[in-house]
């Protein structure tokens, strides 16, 4: 006959508390690990910037943190490394760029994602089959047969190849997040325009366009990230000096054939970059947020 099993309550209290203070020692593990390892990712980047408040000849000479002597000097010879040519000039080009590569996308992406969103037109799902089929392509692949194009008919060395592909609904990413977002809008509001008479044109513009606001903002702020950030494409297309951008520039301070480079101002012009991509990415940060939150990547 089995019998009913006893338990002790203070066994059961203190085994409550050996089993609480064993989480509290994994938590506490698991922090310090975890602090260890944000830490060691961390040196180089916070190296970088004390070095770059610190005189050349001293960059490499100490490995610490805090600085032996403090100075801006990295900063108003970095802004100033090629003669007449300042960073300036780099920072203007670079947002050309990005401004021109904003605008295409939000029109041109914006339109396609409309045609397939809320259109019906003959090979409507081949070609949105072939549109994401052309996100799984490397842009290695691309790179040859686009520089040899863009070489023949005399775009090297100008922004057009960075700047006409956007016009033309090159980046399909943006295309696919709007498509998502557009087939989540009432159709009824399409509708009651089409019975006042409404053109496509004028569904896109004034009712489907202002509805995907959240889709814009989130490609406007990926697409200037993307665009300031671009350092390969804009390599290969901008030779002159005074078309690089700010990524192509900084290439500038390092010289390993006559071993001059200047490290110091490389280290300060990389701090005074990051501006601008984090300005951007705090004033659209609750745009980027409600955008994502509510068509998002589904």
């Not at 064993?22 to 070095?51: D, E």
């Not at 295409?104 to 397939?116: E, I, P, Q, T, V």
């Not at 060395?157 to 977002?181: G, Y």
Request: charged share 15%; hydrophobic share 55%.
């Amino acid at each position: 006959m089995a019998t009913a099993k006893t338990y002790d309550p203070e066994l059961l209290q203190l085994e409550r508390r050996r089993r609480a203070n064993w989480r509290r020692i994994k938590g506490l593990g698991l922090h310090l690990v975890l602090i260890a390892l944000l830490g060691i990712m961390l040196y180089p980047v916070i190296w970088m910037v004390f070095s770059a408040l610190r005189p050349e000849a001293e960059i490499f000479g100490d490995m610490g943190f805090i600085p032996t002597n403090w100075t801006f000097e990295n900063f108003v010879r970095g802004w100033n490394l090629y003669g007449n040519l300042t960073f300036t000039q780099f920072y203007i080009n670079s947002f050309i760029i990005c401004a021109l590569a904003i605008v295409g996308n939000l029109l041109a992406c914006s339109m396609a994602a409309y045609a397939f969103a809320r259109l019906e037109f003959r090979g409507k799902w081949i070609l949105f089959g072939i549109m994401l089929g052309t996100m799984m392509l490397p842009i290695h692949v691309q790179l040859i047969p686009q520089y040899i194009f863009f070489l023949n008919i005399g775009w090297v060395n100008t922004i057009l190849p960075l700047i006409v592909p956007k016009f033309l609904a090159h980046d399909a990413f943006f295309i696919f997040l709007m498509v998502q977002f557009m087939r989540s809008l009432p159709s009824e509001l399409e509708q009651a325009a089409v019975v006042d008479g409404a053109s496509y044109w004028q569904r896109y513009w004034r009712i489907i366009l202002p509805l995907s606001m959240p889709a814009l903002a989130t490609t406007a702020v990926f697409t200037f990230i993307n665009t300031y950030n671009d350092f390969f494409s804009q390599l290969i297309y901008l030779t002159d000096t005074d078309r690089m951008t700010v990524p192509v520039a900084l290439r500038l301070f390092l010289d390993p054939s006559s071993g001059s480079s200047s490290f110091g101002g490389l280290f300060a012009m990389v701090l005074v970059s990051i501006g601008p991509v984090l300005g951007f990415f705090l004033a659209s940060q609750r745009l980027l947020t409600k955008g994502i939150a509510t068509q998002g990547f589904k």
